[in-house]
Each structure stands twice: as structure tokens, then as C-alpha cells.
């Protein structure tokens, strides 16, 4: 027998398995959609690859040799592989048992990932989910080798060689512990910057930087007495000290009542949250399931 696999046509193997089930060349061509004579000269190919018969015409069909009949197990098994690679797998969330990793900032954790994580328990109550904290290392390369499966963030530092969803758009509002302060009240951006603040560390964090860069075009600066590591830690310094930050909306939707909403003249410009993947995973069954349910988390939850 040729030990050269290229000589091999997979199709030779579908017409040997098609022989044995079918025991007639005619019967296997009409299995195959082929002609007989197609078939009869494949089963000519099969036998010099083979070096054997592989088949002998009787007044009843065809008989498999004994080569044949050792073949045929092995046949079988390399199609159904080779099947199972050109066919998607199906994905079914109610009793399938995977892993899921998930990443963005505590912002994202409060407002878009904690929700999604809920979805996907409800709809897949074997899933596995990691809330993983935004990484400062190369995200594309996590992404590649899985150890992230999608990463959230704000479109401006989102990877742009990326797959990416648009999911929502978020404005920042100005929040104050000030007792004297009443909720909606308007107040000038000279006394804005002169109350202090508490702002995230460090000052190049996306919300930071922009409040920073709109006040400097005007000539102005805050004064920023705290500086903290994340959005729970900005709540927490409000509760004990009077003091002015400026955060994304739906943040304060979890501490209503507690600050007031001042009305300030800085124009922000609303962010866009967007969520990352590798392409490889564009087509992948389970991928495609998770941006799914993602979106109905976002219709669910935060189209409101």
C-alpha cells in the first residue's frame, strides 16, 4: 500500500465506506449522487492504493475482502472527525459547562458586567464567570490566547485592530457631598474649581483627563485634594468629606439621594462603551451566543 498520504483522495474514502453500508456499486452511487461508473472507477483507484481486491462481484452484489472489512471501523471514524471539523458545533447554553472571562473597570463591573454575568447564569446555570479587573498589559495578546474572552471599555482606548460592539453611550455628570448644595443646582466653573475634588488615579484616566482638558482650555484647574483607584473609593471619600467629582451617569443611579447633581456649564462629550474579541472567535458557536445575550442585557438593563 502507498504510505503517501497525498495520494489519498478523501472522497475515495466516502465511496469505500458508502461500499461497505451498501454492498452494490449501483446503491452506492444513489447514495452518493454519483454515477456508477464514477464509482466503479474509484473503487479501481481504492484497490491499487490499497493493493488488495477490497470487493468481489457475486450473483448477490458485492462481498468485502477481508482487507476490506478491516478497513472498514478506521474509514468510518476518520469521516465522522472530518465531519464533526466542517460542521459548527452547536451551542446549547442550558447544559453546556464552560468558562467565561470577562473584563473592563469597576465602572463596567457596576453598570454592564455584573448584569451580564446575571444573563448568563439564568440562561446557562453550568457556566463559570470570571470578572477580571481592565489589565495594563497587552490586551490583544490576552484576547489571542483566551485568557480573555471579551474586554470592555470606552471606544477612544478600545483596540482599533479589533472585532468590537458598540453597546452604549455614557455622559458624565458633576456630584456633590456639599450640604449647602441642593440637588440640580447650577453653579459657575469658577466656583466648580474652587471646591475640591476628589478624582481617579491616575490623572491620565480617561474621566480625569477629559474633566482636566475641558477646564484648561478655559484657563481654569480644579483643586483636587483626593485622588483614589476606583469609582467605590470615590463614593466612600463623598460620604466622609464635602467634595465635587464628576462621574458617568449611571454611577450615581447607585447612590441616589445621597449626593446632589450640580448643573455646571462644561459641556462633556458623551463616551461610547464598546466591547472587544479576537477574530478568531468571530464564528465560534459559544462567542457568538455570549455577544447575543450581551445585547439583550444592554436592551434589559440600560436602554431604559
Request: charge should be neutral.
Amino acid at each position: 500500500m502507498t504510505s503517501n498520504i497525498r495520494n489519498v483522495d478523501l472522497n475515495l474514502l466516502v465511496v469505500l465506506d458508502a461500499l461497505f453500508d451498501e454492498r452494490s456499486v449501483t446503491r452506492a452511487a444513489d447514495r452518493l449522487a454519483l454515477t456508477q461508473p464514477t464509482v466503479s472507477g474509484m473503487l479501481k483507484r481504492l484497490r491499487i492504493i490499497f493493493e488488495d481486491d477490497l470487493y468481489i462481484r457475486t450473483s448477490h452484489g458485492i462481498i468485502p475482502t477481508p482487507r476490506a472489512e478491516a478497513l472498514a471501523g478506521p474509514v468510518k471514524e476518520i469521516l465522522t472527525a472530518t465531519h464533526s471539523l466542517l460542521v459548527q458545533e452547536e451551542f446549547e447554553p442550558t447544559k453546556a459547562e464552560f468558562d467565561v472571562k470577562l473584563c473592563g473597570s469597576d465602572y463596567l463591573h457596576n453598570t454592564i458586567l455584573s448584569p451580564f454575568a446575571g444573563e448568563i447564569l439564568r440562561q446557562a446555570p453550568n457556566a463559570k464567570i470570571s470578572l477580571l479587573a481592565a489589565p495594563a498589559g497587552n490586551n490583544d495578546a490576552l484576547l489571542e490566547r483566551g485568557e480573555i474572552d471579551l474586554l470592555f471599555g470606552i471606544r477612544e482606548y478600545a483596540p482599533s485592530v479589533l472585532p468590537v460592539l458598540s453597546l452604549y453611550k455614557e455622559k458624565l455628570v458633576c456630584i456633590s457631598s456639599y450640604a449647602k448644595h441642593k440637588e440640580g443646582q447650577s453653579i459657575s466653573l469658577v466656583d466648580l474649581c474652587n471646591y475640591n475634588h476628589v478624582v481617579l488615579k491616575p490623572t491620565g484616566a480617561p474621566i480625569t483627563k477629559t474633566i482636566n482638558d475641558l477646564l484648561r482650555s478655559r484657563g481654569l484647574a480644579r483643586n483636587i485634594v483626593i485622588d483614589v483607584p476606583n469609582f467605590a473609593a470615590v463614593f466612600q471619600s463623598m460620604r466622609h468629606a464635602e467634595l465635587i467629582a464628576f462621574l458617568p451617569e449611571r454611577m450615581t443611579h447607585f447612590n441616589s439621594g445621597q449626593f446632589k447633581i450640580l448643573q455646571t456649564d462644561l459641556e462633556t462629550p458623551a463616551t461610547e462603551v464598546v466591547v472587544n474579541w479576537h477574530p478568531r472567535m468571530n464564528n465560534d458557536a459559544k462567542s457568538i451566543w455570549l455577544r447575543d445575550i450581551l445585547r439583550l442585557t444592554v436592551r434589559n438593563y440600560l436602554d431604559r
